[in-house]
């Protein structure tokens, strides 16, 4: 990992080193407009190639259906049932804080506004499982999918080389109530969820994170269908603030689990201590030798630096021009730096808040805004499932109060049909 000196930065060189991976010469967007295309033409026929292609696997069908799934689910451990309970109780418990009831609003007298929420009808989980499989996700999507009341719920999820999901993903489907699972990985699945196929419906919505090849086709199929999306959520990032509080070996670790992801993750430690940056970086070392995606983790930290500031303040600047999916502070002090926090998706506070704690099991979703999209996109949340309709209501005193006004409205906007719709009522 590179270490910087912020007052050694300029303009240009923050511009450039907060900027993430951005497939400069669409390599990543010709492959994937490939894909959509030949699945939109194709349906099924172009899945199942691409299952051959990319994860190396025939399979002779594209889903599996509950009783395959019991069947795959009655492998996992009793301790391993114990931790997806606790993580699905805690995640159940925060997201469903989420829904809350709001006032209706007399704006005047005789004039009534509100929201309601309406869930929305179909939506579309992608569960990541190329570098590694993710249940965790499962239940990040599934929970509060299944809290918003959404009719319809299609999952995909690349197929292992079996042709199946793994136990985990199966006993998390039996959880949620979800009685089929469609092994159809990468910008392949987002395109079945976006146009159809024979097999897999269309849905409104598209949630979840990916790699390069998935949020790049989530992107497009944004712009292109009629079906929405979460937010862009690709290769998992962390920046770390620390202070001459802050553990080295936790800085280290916590680095390092976000570099395990993939080798398009990036880890940043920002510092007010030089001291501070050196330990971690020897903790980096010493910790990636022992773990199994040494590898990984590796390519992961070449493209991941440090950057050494003279206060928290500038360390917050910093971390603000970056933007990240997830921000540790991990200082004493945080209570006071906090409040500096513009941009961020999932923040982990002091030094014994874990980001691996958000990741499973604290309650908070791990579907998170990253490229530096927690500028303007949240985390995923109750919210991103339901549709907030607005409603009013107008009595006789309401029109007459209101009515003149709108009339004026719409004659100054020269539309008049709009003013006679007032204009009727007022009269009769
Ligand atoms: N932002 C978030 O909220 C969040 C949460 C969890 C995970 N993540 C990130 O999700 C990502 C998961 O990526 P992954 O690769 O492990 O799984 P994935 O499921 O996103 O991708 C695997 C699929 O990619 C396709 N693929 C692989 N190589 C390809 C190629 N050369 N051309 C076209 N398609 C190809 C294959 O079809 C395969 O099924 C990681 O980067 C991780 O950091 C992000
Ligand atoms: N850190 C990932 C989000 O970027 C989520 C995750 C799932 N499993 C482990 N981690
Ligand atoms: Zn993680």
């Known amino acids: 990992m590179k270490v910087y000196n912020y007052?050694?930065?300029?303009?240009?060189?923050?511009?450039?080193?907060?900027?993430?991976?951005?497939?400069?010469?669409?390599e990543i967007r010709t492959i994937v407009?490939?894909?959509?295309?030949?699945?939109?033409?194709?349906?099924?026929?172009?899945?199942?190639?691409?299952?051959?292609k990319f994860d190396k696997v025939a399979l002779d069908k594209l889903f599996l259906d509950k009783t395959e799934l019991e069947e795959i689910a009655s492998a996992i451990t009793a301790d391993q049932k114990i931790a997806l309970d606790i993580a699905y109780a805690n995640i159940y418990k925060f997201h469903q804080s989420q829904i809350k009831a709001e006032d209706k609003v007399h704006t005047m007298p005789g004039v009534t506004c509100w929201r309601e929420l309406r869930p929305i009808e179909k939506v579309g989980l992608y569960i990541p499982g190329g570098t590694a499989v993710l249940p965790s996700t499962f239940l990040m999507l599934g929970i509060p999918a299944r809290i918003a009341?959404?009719?319809?719920?299609?999952?995909?999820?690349?197929?292992?080389?079996?042709?199946?999901?793994?136990?985990?993903?199966?006993?998390?489907?039996?959880?949620?109530?979800?009685?089929?699972?469609?092994?159809?990985?990468?910008?392949?699945?987002i395109a079945a969820m976006a146009y159809g196929t024979q097999t897999i419906s269309k849905v409104d919505k598209i949630f979840g994170p990916g790699n390069q090849f998935v949020t790049k086709a989530k992107t497009i199929i944004q712009s292109t269908t009629t079906t929405a999306i979460?937010?862009?959520?690709?290769?998992?990032?962390?920046?770390?603030?620390?202070?001459?509080?802050?553990?080295?070996?936790?800085?280290?670790?916590?680095?390092?689990?976000?570099?395990?992801?993939g080798i398009d993750s990036q880890s940043i430690l920002v510092t007010t201590s030089a001291r501070i940056a050196e330990k971690a970086?020897?903790?980096?070392?010493?910790?990636t030798e022992v773990l199994p995606r040494a590898e990984i983790v590796r390519q992961a930290l070449d493209n991941s630096y440090v950057v050494v500031t003279?206060?928290?303040?500038?360390?917050?600047?910093?971390?603000?021009?970056?933007?990240?999916?997830?921000?540790?502070?991990?200082?004493?002090?945080?209570?006071?730096?906090?409040?500096?926090?513009?941009?961020?998706?999932?923040?982990?506070?002091?030094?014994?808040t874990p980001e691996s704690a958000g990741d499973y099991a604290s309650g908070t979703n791990h579907t998170l805004p990253t490229s530096s999209y927690s500028?303007?996109?949240?985390?995923?949340?109750?919210?991103?499932?339901?549709?907030?309709?607005?409603?009013?209501?107008?009595?006789?005193?309401?029109?007459?109060?209101?009515?003149?006004?709108?009339?004026?409205?719409?004659?100054?906007?020269?539309?008049?049909?709009?003013?006679?719709a007032v204009s009727v009522r007022l009269k009769g």
């Open 7 to 26: 007052s050694d930065l300029d303009k240009d060189s923050i511009a450039k080193l907060v900027q993430r991976n951005v497939d400069p010469a669409n």
């Open 149 to 189: 009341g959404c009719h319809e719920i299609v999952v995909c999820s690349p197929p292992q080389k079996n042709g199946k999901v793994n136990a985990f993903i199966a006993y998390v489907a039996l959880v949620l109530g979800i009685d089929k699972i469609y092994t159809v990985g990468g910008a392949q699945a």
């Open 281 to 287: 970086l020897v903790e980096v070392e010493k910790q």
């Open 375 to 420: 500028r303007a996109y949240s985390g995923v949340s109750v919210d991103s499932f339901v549709k907030k309709v607005t409603f009013q209501f107008i009595t006789p005193e309401g029109i007459k109060n209101i009515g003149p006004h709108v009339e004026i409205l719409a004659e100054l906007e020269g539309l008049h049909a709009h003013k006679n």
């Open 33 to 52: 407009e490939e894909v959509l295309g030949n699945v939109q033409q194709h349906g099924d026929r172009a899945l199942y190639d691409y299952a051959g």
């Open 230 to 261: 979460d937010m862009p959520a690709g290769p998992s990032e962390v920046l770390v603030i620390a202070d001459e509080t802050s553990r080295p070996e936790f800085i280290a670790a916590d680095l390092l689990a976000q570099a395990e992801h």
């Open 310 to 352: 003279k206060s928290i303040y500038e360390a917050m600047e910093f971390s603000n021009a970056y933007a990240p999916e997830h921000l540790i502070l991990a200082v004493k002090d945080w209570e006071h730096i906090a409040p500096e926090i513009i941009n961020a998706g999932s923040v982990f506070l002091g030094n014994l």
